[in-house]
């Protein structure tokens, strides 16, 4: 299951990339990528 945050904006290259580590790493129970700018939410506050 992938859950985004509500201003999540992803491209579908970056979700395939995604998906393809979660099945390389069954084990995995969290992968975060961090946010190198603002989100959509902190950007029109």
Do not use: E, F, G, H
Not at 1 to 11: F, G, K, Q, T, Y
Not at 17 to 24: F, G, I, K, S
Request: positive net charge; glycine residues 0%.
């Amino acid at each position: 299951m992938i859950v985004l945050a509500i201003d999540s904006i992803i491209s579908s290259n970056c979700l395939s990339t995604l998906v393809r580590l979660m099945q390389a790493n069954p084990t995995a129970s969290i992968i975060i990528q961090i946010a190198t700018a603002p989100t959509y939410m902190a950007r029109i506050q």
